[in-house]
């Protein structure tokens, strides 16, 4: 992938080592011990407020961020420009599940972070040009490997202007499961 056409040249940051293995434990904990919504083909948490997935733009309550999710959020905010990140959805990917291609709605802010806990996995990305939604690779696709315990930063035209996702046969060829946990603030 040339540079200049690469995510990684508009806006998208790998940070490695966001948090340390014994966090990364702790937090799997704690996830792994909260209540699960089974909605969807993997199994999701949401705080702060529900993201719908049906693409209206409705923007409901969830429950307050654990104490954990708080911690991180606090510890992302320079990612933020020093905003408090106030909404998180914790997604569970077991071999053979995925997310399909997406760009975040427009009613939350500039900038998503996802923290990567418990495996690498692979996730493409594509410029929101042409076919946008097609499952599967397309011409110009870019595939990055999101190292576990790392936080992918997506702002700018890497937040906008490209989607991003997991697609469900490139995460059958994974072994161990991968969870995130995406944070996010409201726009303005
Ligand atoms: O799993 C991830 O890193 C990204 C999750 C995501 O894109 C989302 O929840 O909208």
């Known amino acids: 992938m040339a540079r200049d056409t690469s995510i990684f040249a508009h806006g998208a940051v790998i940070v490695p080592d966001f948090v340390t293995p014994a966090e990364e434990a702790r937090l799997l904990l704690r996830i792994a011990e909260a209540p699960w919504l089974p909605e969807l083909r993997r199994r999701v948490q949401h705080y702060g407020y529900r993201y719908s997935y049906s693409g209206d733009g409705s923007r409901e309550p969830a429950p307050a961020f654990p104490r954990w999710a708080a911690c991180m959020a606090e510890r992302l905010r320079p990612h933020f420009a020093g905003a408090l990140p106030v ?51 397309l011409p110009g696709d870019e595939v990055a490997v999101l190292p ?41």
């Open 87 to 137: 909404q998180c959805i914790v997604n569970e990917y077991r071999p053979g599940q995925g997310i399909g291609m997406h760009a975040d709605h427009r009613q939350f802010g500039p900038v998503v972070a996802s923290l990567s806990l418990g495996a690498d996995w692979p996730m493409r990305f594509r410029p929101r040009a042409a076919r946008p939604y097609a499952a599967g690779a």
């Open 148 to 188: 576990r315990r790392s936080v992918l930063v997506l702002a700018g035209d890497a937040r906008h202007r490209w989607m991003h996702g997991i697609d469900r046969g490139m995460s059958a060829r994974e072994t161990a499961t991968r969870v995130s946990a995406t944070f996010r603030t409201l726009a303005p």
